[in-house]
Nanobody
Framework: QVQLLESGGGSVQTGESLRLSCVVS???????MGWFRQVPGKEREGLAA???????SYADSVKGRFRIDKDHTSGTLFLQMNSLKPEDSAMYYC????????????????????WGQGTQVTVSS
């Protein structure tokens, strides 16, 4: 059983940075991973994906400010978030699949093999 555990969320001011982590545990056949966020009452938004068919993919809303990377030794996934804005406030989730898919396809889908419980990010002005 694979489990994903996010951490690193918190409350920051506009313009500050946070680094989210997603630790993977359990029987691990994971290939593609990514980060999503969700605000109550809105659809879950795919932000970034890695280790998928093309390499990485980013949503336009975070391109140039957020960076996804992965420690291939531990399997831990990271999301470096810079120049945070109030509209970035949301619950952030990591997701993982056991198959290679297109990076954009991964990011645009909310159907994935595994999800974490989420970590809250709040950005105040």
């Amino acid at each position: 059983q694979v489990q994903l555990l996010e951490s690193g969320g918190g409350s920051v001011q506009t313009g500050e940075s946070l680094r989210l982590s997603c630790v993977v545990s359990g029987d691990n056949a994971i290939v593609s991973m990514g980060w999503f966020r969700q605000v109550p009452g809105k659809e879950r938004e795919g932000l970034a994906a890695i280790n998928c068919a093309v390499g990485t993919s980013y949503a336009d809303s975070v391109k140039g400010r957020f960076r996804i990377d992965k420690d291939h030794t531990s399997g831990t996934l990271f999301l470096q978030m810079n120049s945070l804005k109030p509209e970035d406030s949301a619950m952030y989730y990591c997701a993982a699949d056991t198959e290679y898919v297109g990076c954009t396809s991964f990011r645009l889908s909310t159907v994935h093999n595994y999800w974490g419980q989420g970590t809250q990010v709040t950005v105040s002005s």
